[in-house]
């Protein structure tokens, strides 16, 4: 945002705004991209205050494009589940925004545990291109329940429950519920 004479110069406010100028250029595939900032203070003369000039030295570099993308660490689920998820494939230019989208949606399945690492991005600078390496660590979805109560005229009554939301490391959820007692037996079964 440019500024009125007068106003006092924001350090911190340049620093995020270089930090924002790199974050464009890294999501139009710039990953090489070196953006300096350039700070000039000019002396005060008589009747003015000093003023500081600003601006950035950008070397854009060759757009990178994605090379190759690759899981790692999944165990369980299918790989095809995980790449689902991610936004980018080979052949497409590097974004660094889709990078990032692509992590919370993985993260975002419930199946892996958190914090997952940051994905990896191995740079080849004379192709241009990047491998991109997502690591995830499988974490146990399952779960059980298990009840009993005991009551007048129906005597003892209990259930067992199992829901998997990641049946066979598909991403599909199935549900298996029997109620028992002495006057009823139910079974349910969901997928």
């Given at each position: 945002r440019g500024t009125q004479?007068?106003?006092i110069f924001d350090a911190v406010a340049f620093q995020d705004a270089t930090g924002d100028v790199h974050r464009l250029y890294t999501n139009q595939g710039y990953l090489y991209v070196q953006v300096q900032p350039?700070?000039?203070?000019?002396?005060?003369?008589?009747?003015?205050?000093?003023t500081?000039?600003?601006?950035?030295?950008?070397?854009?570099?060759?757009?990178a494009s994605v090379r190759r993308v690759s899981?790692?660490?999944?165990?369980?689920?299918?790989?095809s589940v995980?790449?689902?998820?991610?936004?980018?494939?080979?052949?497409?230019?590097?974004?660094?925004?889709?990078?990032i989208a692509s992590y919370r949606r993985i993260s975002a399945?419930?199946?892996?545990?958190?914090?997952m690492p940051m994905p990896r991005i191995e740079p080849d600078q004379q192709t241009g291109?990047?491998?991109?390496?997502?690591?995830?660590?499988?974490?146990?979805t399952g779960s059980v329940g298990f009840g009993t109560s005991l009551g007048g005229s129906l005597g003892l009554t209990g259930f067992l429950t199992y829901e998997q939301p990641n049946l066979f490391g598909q991403?599909?959820?199935g549900n298996l519920r029997w109620e028992f007692g002495r006057f009823s037996n139910n079974f349910e079964a969901g997928y």
């Open positions: 004479p007068g106003e350039v700070t000039e203070r000019v002396p005060a003369s008589a009747d003015e205050q000093a500081v000039r600003v601006a950035w030295e950008i070397e854009e570099g060759q757009p899981i790692v660490g999944n165990t369980f689920t299918h790989e995980i790449r689902n998820q991610i936004m980018m494939l080979p052949g497409d230019v590097y974004s660094e925004e889709l990078l399945l419930g199946f892996f545990e958190t914090p291109e990047v491998d991109i390496t997502f690591e995830v660590r499988e974490k146990q991403a599909k959820s």
